[in-house]
Every structure is written in C-alpha cells, then in structure tokens.
C-alpha cells in the first residue's frame, strides 16, 4: 500500500487498516488524525457563526480562525502519511546489514520520524489556541463542539509525544543534540498544553 494513499481512504478502509498487521498506518498517524478532526471542528463552528447577523460581532474572528484552521487541518490531514512514510523509512534501515551503516540510517530515519509528530504537536497546540478564542465569540449553540475538538487536538498531541520519544534512543546514539533538542521541545509543548487546557477548564467553569 502507497502510504501516500492513507488520507484518501475512507473510514472503514483506514479503519480496517489501522487494526490490521500492517505496520502503518501506526500510532503517529492516528495522532495526526485525531487532530485533524478538532481542527475541522473549529472549521465547523466559525463556518456556522461567519455570515449570521446575530453573532456579526464575531464575524472578524470566525474569519480569521476559519482562514488559519484550514491550513492546520490541511497539514494535520498531511500528517497521517507523513508519519507512515517516516515509520517506514525507520523500518528499512533496521533491515540493513552493515552494523555502521545501519546505526547511522536508522538514526536519520528517526530524526524524520520524530520531527513529523513534533508537527503534529505544534499544530495541535495551535488549533487549542484558535478553540480557546472562540469560546464566549462565536455560535454559542456549537460550544460543545469547541471543547470536542480541543479535546481531539490535546488527545492527538499527547499521543503525538509518545511517538516523539520512541525514536529519541535511536537519535541520540549518533545525534545526541537533536534528540536533547527534539525532547525539549516536545516537552515544552506538552507543558504548553497543559496551561491552555487549566484556562480552558476555567472558562467552562
């Protein structure tokens, strides 16, 4: 199966997919797909808030977010083949046979296959910032939906973080500054999130 072909499936034949013995699309995929499903919530909320007199004040806003939610879902959707494509590169250099050869491969294998979930959690992070604006600013009839989808994103940049770690062992034999940089870095987006989901909380309150 062309990894390329996974965001154009449906949902039972990814589905299927996903629990079969294959080995992709994996754990990094359904992150970025979990995603992409908030980010095309907030696009749902500012589509049915844009264009009603009612919520005019919100207009602007909804414009704004709806512009920037699409390029995040685009890219979360992007993702799901991204992650398969650099598991699979993964998978390939474990197969080689010269011992140097192979521990340099599957360390710049890993660093690709670190680097499309640290994708996944930054545009994640993004779409939770872009849900906490609207809150209280757009059709209040679809508040549930926010916090749906700033669920989705913080589930898919969570379980993003694990696939960050996975390939840090392998990095950080040859790379040791990358895998420092990118475990840092994944870390200070789970923080990040952790904050707008504590302000979030609060505003439900």
């Not at 992409?36 to 589509?47: D, E, H």
């Amino acid at each position: 199966m062309d990894v390329k072909e996974f965001g154009k499936m449906n949902i039972e034949e990814y589905l299927e997919l996903l629990g079969s013995a294959e080995p992709t699309p994996g754990g990094g995929a359904a992150a970025a797909l979990v995603s992409a499903q908030g980010a095309a919530l907030i696009k749902m909320v500012a589509n049915l808030t844009i264009g009603k007199v009612k919520y005019a004040e919100y207009e602007d806003l909804c414009n704004s977010v709806l512009s920037e939610a699409k390029e995040i879902c685009e890219r979360l959707a992007s993702g799901i083949d991204r992650d398969a494509a650099a598991f699979g590169n993964v998978n390939a250099a474990y197969s080689l046979q010269d011992p140097e050869v192979r521990e340099q491969a599957i360390a710049n294998a890993s660093v690709d296959a670190a680097e499309a979930p640290i994708a996944v959690m930054e545009d994640s992070l993004r779409g939770i910032e872009l849900a906490k604006s609207m809150l209280g600013h757009s059709n209040p009839n679809l508040e549930s939906d926010i916090y749906v989808a700033v669920l989705c994103l913080i589930a898919g940049l969570k379980s993003a973080a694990y696939n960050v770690a996975a390939n840090l062992a392998a990095i950080r034999a040859v790379y040791p500054d990358i895998a420092a940089r990118l475990q840092s870095r994944a870390g200070d987006l789970i923080a990040a999130s952790r904050e707008l989901e504590r302000e979030i909380s609060q505003i439900k309150k």
